[in-house]
């Protein structure tokens, strides 16, 4: 996405990569207010052909014609095409600009007429129109048939007949200018079927307009809600789709008890500290419950969201105490570990207790395999293990691994192994479920120094 804030950036990127090291000559044509379709054609595939940047901004263009368009659109790969100087569209023009893949920003476009609206529907990347402040139902209408992310910056009111018209679009809105809804303009926007519905400028929310979005099916992203009342949450846990929050300093027991009763995929991205009670308190969700903000997890808090009965998320996590492991180990349902880097054997032994799925991608990408204990729960928790950047077994306890891995019930590959002991691959290759390279290609080590 493309927003005013980054812009001055794009321009200093595009001077680079055109290799200017002084201010920019008004007959380049990168910096000029009208070029041909072959200039067009030859700036993208210096950008974006030869890998120089994947973003195409044109400061300056002021003319736009269908053949320049095409030309700047057509290309294949993804690309970030900015006009921020172009302040109109004709429909051939903009029907043109709709053979884009990737992301299109045109800030300066104010008005549009439903013709260029509608012709810009076949665009399949991310359509940023931040100059428009207003809408009729008639153009949001049009709008409404883009088939990418549509995001609409500028527009600060939302009217139920506006927000009836975009509700009709069919993958992802965003309407960040809007800071207040009406209890009609939300029941409207509500019946969006799209992937996501996201509301980035809206800090605080009405108890009876959060009620509102009741039948949304969609994910509803509320990414700078700061003030979360009991009254707004349970309002919010009547939504149909999934829930993401974030911009929350702090939660109160009764609006974590309130949230709870939501029943789809619950996401909180802003809070890092969960105190044991709001912890509880959010225990009680019955869906999948995502907590990305959270790097550190206290043996207390762990076993207040081990409570929950469901799908919990901790994909912020790099490491776990052996005291905490042993906590989230009596929750029954699946964990997402995915951000775990490191775990010692005491806790690798904990979590093996955990008798639900684990994901532990991460972990699964290793370099250096050390730890029966880890060896173990990766085995266990993935019947096809993949450890692709295991490149040598040569710890002290590299036959107990290889010995666990072998005896494991699912397949182990290793294909990578460039180093371990002769006994350390007997005992990989001593069940047939673990595939590492031929013989040939493994050099093979002294024994280790002891194994337990």
């Known amino acids: 996405m493309l927003t005013r804030a980054v812009r001055p950036s794009l321009v200093a990127i595009a001077v680079v990569v055109a290799g200017v090291s002084s201010p920019a000559r008004a007959d380049e044509p990168l910096f000029r ?17 030869r890998r120089k940047s994947w973003d195409v901004c044109l400061p300056n263009l002021t003319r736009l014609t269908p053949d320049v368009a095409e030309a700047l659109a057509k290309p294949a790969g993804f690309y970030r095409l900015s006009l921020p100087a172009i302040d109109s569209l004709t429909p051939r023009t903009a029907r043109a600009l709709a053979s884009r893949t990737g992301d299109l920003d045109l800030p300066a476009v104010t008005t549009l007429t439903p013709e260029a609206a509608a012709a810009l529907a076949d665009h399949r990347g991310h359509l940023e129109l931040s100059g428009l402040a207003q809408l009729t139902p008639e153009l949001a209408a049009a709008l409404a048939r883009h088939a990418g992310h549509l995001c ?84 919010l846990a009547r939504h149909a789709g999934p829930l993401t929050i974030d911009g929350l300093g702090g939660l109160t027991v009764d609006a974590a008890a309130a949230l709870a009763g939501h029943r789809s995929l619950l996401t909180f991205k802003g809070m890092s500290l969960f105190p044991p009670q709001i912890a509880a308190a959010l225990a009680a969700h019955r869906g999948t419950l995502s907590l ?122 290793i294909p990578n192994l460039r180093a371990a002991s002769a006994q350390t691959v007997t005992a990989l290759l001593a069940n047939g479920n673990v595939f590492i390279p031929p013989l040939e290609a493994i050099e093979l080590l002294a024994e280790p120094a002891f194994d337990r």
């Open 152 to 235: 609409l910056p500028g527009l600060t009111e939302l009217t139920p007949e506006v927000a009836a018209a975009l509700a009709l679009q069919t993958k992802h809105l965003a309407l960040p200018g809007l800071t207040d809804l009406s209890v009609d303009a939300a029941r409207a926007i509500a019946r969006h079927r799209g992937q996501s519905l996201t509301f980035a400028g809206i800090t605080s929310l009405p108890a009876a307009v959060a009620e509102a979005f009741a039948e949304h099916e969609g994910s509803l992203v509320l990414p700078r809600l700061n003030d979360l009342s009991a009254a707004t949450a349970a309002g």
């Open 292 to 413: 990305p903000s959270v790097t550190m997890l206290t043996p207390d808090v762990a076993a207040a969201f081990a409570i929950h009965r469901g799908v919990l998320c901790f994909p912020g996590l790099s490491s776990l105490s052996p005291a905490a492991a042993e906590a989230l180990a009596m929750h029954q349902g699946s964990l997402v570990l995915s951000g775990l880097t490191t775990l010692a054997p005491a806790a690798a032994r904990a979590l093996a207790l955990h008798h639900g799925d684990i994901d532990l991608f991460k972990l699964t990408q290793t370099e250096r395999l050390d730890s029966v204990e880890l060896a173990a729960l990766l085995a266990d928790k993935n019947p096809l293990l993949s450890l692709t950047n295991v490149y040598r077994l040569d710890a002290p306890d590299s036959v107990a691994i290889a010995d666990t891995l072998a005896g494991s019930a699912g397949s182990v590959s």
């Open 33 to 49: 207010e009208e070029i041909t379709a072959v200039e067009a054609r030859a700036i993208v595939d210096d950008l974006v052909g």
